[in-house]
């Protein structure tokens, strides 16, 4: 009796979903401007292998811990407020980058790249955002959607190289700066929190410590930490391993390019990946993930020849990752209380950006420059990734809408379903 409201309630709500996901973008490809031109940085500041890694990975540790808090605002504030705070917080940063790099200061560099993490955490706000417009057994589709947002990383790899080589350096981080402000207008005067959605007046360090109190946010962050994190990684790394190893056949311009079909192949990837835990349960689509990135890791570690066997096992790769994104943020709408979601996603997510934020500097760390191999670094995701499949596989599987029998026991007379609260359980 109580559905035809809430799905009366609820009309609009992929536009919804739409224009956040078009914030993400904008947020995504700040986030990530300082990978496609790191080749400039190296040249003109004489960098080595270690203080580029560091440059690289400043943003995404910034952009993972920076989630945990605004998870936890979103809660509170809801999310048109905070995609608007992001993006505009964001412009400053983009613009200290332009400086930094006109005057090769790499200290500046790396201040300028800790701010860019605001950019970043804009992902924690859209989760909760778009799991409150839909319910429970379409909310894998919806954070599916919004994480396509992500494609803001592949536009950064392809878009900023060339636009610095046609507009120039400066002139490129200015237009950045004036999509993050377009588009914070944009969120701000069209963007509207579901009417599901309850502001949470609850304290942000005693929300956060509840988040860690709830099993499900630890299996969740160490699974995301690989989909996620591999992700993040790769996206931000693979310009920088593409010219080390292919450096005869791959120019700046040609590893952007590929850096974005790698991307867009995970966002693609992505919503499939939210449908298909909605319809087979997320565990069964995690497993898959994980298999296909243990499996591709082992080829790439292998250092084929530049060509269709490489690219091809790039994006396959992507792509597993994309299915993984999808089906672990379905795994936690079911078992996570209503009021947490916030603070959960911001946990999960800040995990997922941890992950990313270690493998580059192992993998400039690891860099045997005699052989001109990355194969150590890579063997350690093969392991890694194995860890995360026997973890996931010991994990009961949870659809989305229902409760799953893994949730912790502790808060069941909050979660218990109930007719009339259900679509609002990841409000």
């Known amino acids: 009796m109580t559905t035809p409201p809430a799905v009366a309630g609820l009309s609009g709500g992929l536009g919804q979903v739409i224009l956040a996901t078009i914030a993400s973008t904008a947020g995504f490809w700040a986030w990530m401007s300082i990978a496609p031109l790191q080749n400039i940085y190296a040249t003109q ?19 993972a811990l920076g989630r945990i808090v605004t998870g936890a605002l979103t809660d509170r504030f809801g999310g048109r407020i905070m995609f608007t705070v992001v993006l505009l917080a964001s412009v400053p ?98 963007l509207r929190n579901s009417p599901e959605w309850k502001s949470s007046s609850q304290p942000l360090i005693p929300k956060v410590r509840g ?73 069964v689509i995690s497993l898959i993930s994980l298999a296909g990135i243990v499996g591709t890791a082992y080829i790439v570690g292998q250092q084929p020849p530049e060509g269709v066997l490489t690219g091809a096992t790039f994006l396959l790769m992507a792509a597993a990752m994309g299915l993984g994104m999808g089906a672990v943020f379905a795994w936690i709408g079911p078992l996570t209380p209503p009021d947490k979601v916030g603070a959960v996603s911001g946990v999960v997510a800040a995990a997922g950006g941890l992950g990313g934020y270690f493998p580059p500097l192992v993998m400039g760390a690891t860099y045997q420059a005699e052989t001109n191999s990355y194969a150590l670094g890579l063997w350690l995701l093969v392991l890694v990734g194995a860890g995360a ?33 259900s679509p609002s359980r990841q409000g």
């Open 45 to 63: 500041m004489g960098l080595d292998q270690g203080r580029i890694s560091l440059m690289l990975a400043t943003p995404v540790l910034v952009g």
């Open 93 to 190: 940063a983009v613009l200290l980058v332009a400086l930094a790099g006109s005057i090769n200061s790499y200290p500046l560099l790396l201040v300028a790249g800790f701010a860019l993490g605001i950019a970043g955490t804009v992902f924690a706000v859209g989760i909760p955002f778009s799991s409150a417009w839909f319910s429970p057994a379409r909310r894998g589709f919806a954070n599916g959607i919004f994480g396509m947002g992500m494609i803001g990383t592949a536009v950064s790899a392809f878009a900023t190289p060339r636009l610095a080589e046609s507009i120039g350096y400066v002139q490129t981080h200015f237009v950045i700066a004036g999509t993050l402000v377009a588009v914070a207008i944009l969120t701000w005067t069209f």
């Open 211 to 283: 988040a860690l109190s709830l099993a499900i946010t630890w299996q969740m962050s160490f699974l995301y930490a690989i989909v996620f994190g591999g992700f993040v990684a790769f996206a931000t790394y693979l310009p920088k391993y593409l010219t080390t190893l292919y450096g005869d056949v791959v120019d700046p311009v040609g590893a952007g390019t590929r850096t974005a079909l790698f991307v867009a192949a995970a966002v693609i990837a992505r919503p499939i990946g939210g449908v298909l835990a909605d319809r087979f349960g997320p565990k």
């Open 389 to 421: 499949l026997v973890v996931a596989g010991m994990l009961r599987d949870a659809r989305s809408g229902g409760r799953g029998a893994n949730a912790d026991p502790s808060p069941s007379p909050t979660t218990s379903p109930s007719p009339s609260p």
